[in-house]
């Protein structure tokens, strides 16, 4: 085709696309307009802010979207973008191109993770305008048929097209041969998609390529080579975000929690504006028990969160547990700060939820846990009096009555959490997720730093048992009984030690009796309890000793 064959066929193009300029300045607008209107195209909408954007969107459809990142007030470009990728309102035969004055690294991996098809940095001329929409206009038209399979979710044929158009020699066949593995491994047909991504790397050492192969080693368990490959990938392509996340992925598969938190925490500090991986920081960090991570990445989730399409009220009660667990117990200036972050935050989520029963009563029954936490018993109360008549316990949700539980175990009253926590497990025995979380508050209703104690005096305790050394194991798990009386596995680990040295010494009135009261503060546990098989078995063999 020569050059002006090629300007007749785009000038038919530019004709019957349907154009969205956003942007918060109106005389932006107007240049942006006055551009591709010289391009020939008749059909142009415009939006001054981001809400008008996606609203306008959700009733028209457009061919190409020309956004601001910088915005004004409410949604960014890059929020705008998210949510439509969100939503599913943009289409794959569409072009989002985000424009911005922004030069800032972070910024700019920011805008770039939710992959828009293009992006340009003003000042903008028309040279410059023109040639890039006609580079992706032209794409466009060519895979059009591709992208029409994709969104109507007609993936064979989505392949199928690809490869008629890999017959012929097409030159977007990089776009074709990436987009048809990523095909194949939607389809969970992962041996063809590996084989596309080695015989693209038996030519050329491509980032994606090596990148997909790492997804389709995580799909198939092999954890360890996935590691491997992606720490090798990293090593070059140190801004490469999504390689850290396939990498926190397969590590947190592979059981290497501590690693996985590491890899998302470089990944946040490239990249810090990313909701969801801020989500998923925060999620690996309360998995590690770093309450003070948690706390730092949740806050950055409810900033990020505001006017963004991923903002949750989960994002605000997390933050609220992580600081009251912090101010718990402390009453130095950082403790009372630190609580009273705590009730700003909650009461925050509060208004912003204002018309989910869940959400009011989590966040009363979270403020009722700091206010004890900071030796205030009267507002403890209040706050927990408050949530009380705002939940229905029969009918709330389970994080809801597991919030409930936790707070009635802070004030004291281990019989009504138990009780709470029994008849849940009754109505939720089906719910593995929901069940180990009863499950967890069983074993350890008690604070923060009394957890931590317990926890490396039962490891001390098994290591002592295991080096055959029974009075210093009995005496190691005694010592975090006095911390959390009622764990299970503690006082279960004490009863089979204790039944050991029975056997050794013969009977002993004293450690039989010692035995029956750990089964006694064991007896609360439900019959789903991942350790009630134990206690019932131990328990049989307490009631065998003469």
């Known amino acids: 085709m020569s050059e002006l064959q090629r300007q007749i066929q785009l000038a038919k193009y530019y004709r019957n696309l349907r154009f969205l300029v956003v942007d918060d300045f109106e005389n932006f607008r107007l240049s942006i307009r006055q ?23 959700e009733h028209e459809e457009f061919d190409i979207i020309l956004c601001d990142y910088n915005l004004g007030p409410g949604k960014s470009g890059q929020q705008v973008l998210e949510e439509l990728r969100h939503n599913k309102i943009l289409k794959h035969t569409g072009i989002f191109i985000l424009i911005t004055a922004e030069t800032s690294k972070d910024m700019v991996m920011g805008a770039l993770e939710y992959l828009p098809d293009g992006y340009i940095t003003k000042p903008i001329t028309k040279a410059v305008l023109q040639k890039r929409l006609d580079a992706m206009i032209e794409q466009r038209e060519v895979l059009k048929p591709v992208n029409e ?39 969970g047909e ?10 693209v790397l038996s030519t050329r050492d491509i ?6 192969l790492s997804k389709v080693q995580v799909a198939l368990g092999d954890y360890e080579g996935a590691i491997k490959g992606l720490q090798g990938l990293l090593a070059g392509n140190p801004n490469l975000i999504e390689a850290y996340d396939t990498l926190a992925e397969a590590q947190l598969k592979h059981g290497k929690a501590r690693d996985a938190q590491k890899t998302l925490a470089k990944a946040v500090d490239i990249s810090p504006h990313a909701i969801l991986r801020q989500q998923k920081l925060a999620e690996v960090c309360s998995k590690n028990k770093d309450v003070e991570g948690a706390a730092d990445a949740f806050c950055q989730s409810v900033k990020l969160g505001h006017n963004s399409v991923h903002e949750s009220s989960e994002n605000y009660l997390s933050l609220g547990r992580c600081l009251s667990d912090l101010a718990e117990g402390d009453t130095s200036d950082n403790g009372k700060k630190q609580a009273k972050e705590a009730v700003h935050i909650l009461g925050r989520a509060s208004k912003k939820f204002k018309d989910d029963v ?61 009780k709470v926590l029994s008849d849940l497990a009754e109505r939720h025995s089906d719910d593995k997720g929901v069940m180990n979380n009863i499950e967890e508050l069983l074993d350890e209703p008690v604070s923060l730093q009394k957890r931590v104690k ?39 680990n004490t009863v089979q030690v204790m039944l050991k040295q029975i056997r050794q010494q013969g009977g002993n009135p004293q450690l039989k009796a010692k035995c029956e009261q750990c089964l006694d503060n064991v007896k609360h546990i439900p019959a789903q309890h991942r350790q009630y098989k134990r206690f019932q078995s131990l328990q049989t063999k307490v009631k065998a000793l003469s």
């Open 454 to 492: 317990a926890r490396k005096l039962n490891k001390s305790g098994i290591t002592a048992f295991e080096e055959g050394d029974l009075d210093e194991a009995i005496r190691v798990f005694d010592e975090a009984l006095q911390v959390t009386p009622k764990h299970p596995a503690l006082n279960l």
């Open 35 to 57: 551009m591709i209107r010289a391009f020939g195209v008749e059909s142009i909408e415009v939006a001054g802010n981001g809400e008008d954007a996606v609203a306008r969107c």
């Open 190 to 199: 992962n041996e063809r998609a590996a084989k596309i991504y080695r015989d």
């Open 149 to 187: 399979a994709i969104d109507a979710e007609n993936l064979p044929k989505a392949i199928e097209l690809i490869n008629k158009e890999v017959r012929y020699e097409t030159k977007y066949i990089t776009w074709c041969m990436r987009k048809l593995a990523s095909l194949y491994f939607q389809m």
């Open 358 to 418: 869940n959400v009011q009563a989590s966040a009363l029954l979270i403020e009722a846990r700091v206010h004890k936490g900071q030796g205030d018993d009267k507002k403890s109360q209040a706050a927990l009096d408050k949530a009380q008549e705002t939940m229905d316990v029969s009918s709330a949700s389970a994080e809801t009555t597991l919030e409930f539980a936790k707070t009635l175990y802070s004030m004291g009253d281990e019989t009504e959490a138990e």
């Open 207 to 212: 980032g994606w390529a090596r990148l997909g």
